[in-house]
């Protein structure tokens, strides 16, 4: 124990500790027992920690550096929705552009586009896996994918006559 700790020690003994002690033992409300233990608690450092380091959290996933680089276009569209970027894309633009009939629109400061929630729920639907992977690919929580799994979905299947989806035929 360092200079500065004992002196915080000795003041909090002092200030807090010492003047409860006999006060209480004037009322005979703690026994001697209770008085070591308070004793000792107080004296373990318990109530001296240090003050927290700032911690810094990112979010990363390959969404972002796929959506940054037009490299992935074919390879990396097509293992994770089984469809070209361009499809995609028209697949995402009827999605938004009917969005405002069923949910309300989407605020300013919000985290996860309509993009981001056409591309997780085309992940989940298109592969085996279970929400939470389709959720940590894309860098979100399970519970968020889930809703917005829904939320998609209910605008896809809520205007299914007006949302015809034709995807680009195949090369083969």
């Avoid at 004296?43 to 490299?71: L, T, Y």
């Avoid at 996860?112 to 992940?123: G, I």
Wanted: with cysteine.
């Amino acid at each position: 124990m360092d200079d500065f700790e004992a002196t915080l020690l000795l003041t909090f003994l002092t200030t807090v500790i010492i003047p409860f002690v006999t006060a209480a033992a004037s009322f005979s409300i703690l026994t001697a027992s209770d008085t070591t233990i308070l004793a000792a608690s107080s004296a373990d450092g318990r109530c001296f920690k240090r003050p927290r380091v700032r911690r810094f959290a990112s979010r990363v996933s390959q969404w972002e550096e796929v959506q940054a680089n037009n490299i992935f276009s074919n390879g990396w569209f097509r293992d994770e929705f089984r469809c070209s970027r361009g499809s995609f894309d028209k697949i995402e633009e009827l999605i938004s552009a009917h969005w405002e009939l069923v949910w309300p629109r989407l605020g300013i400061n919000v985290v996860f586009s309509t993009r981001d929630r056409v591309a997780v729920t085309m992940n989940y639907l298109m592969h085996s896996g279970n929400v939470a992977e389709a959720a940590k690919r894309f860098g979100m929580c399970k519970a968020s994918a889930l809703n917005y799994i829904h939320q998609v979905c209910t605008v896809q299947y809520g205007n299914l006559v007006i949302l015809s989806i034709y995807l680009e035929k195949s090369q083969r």
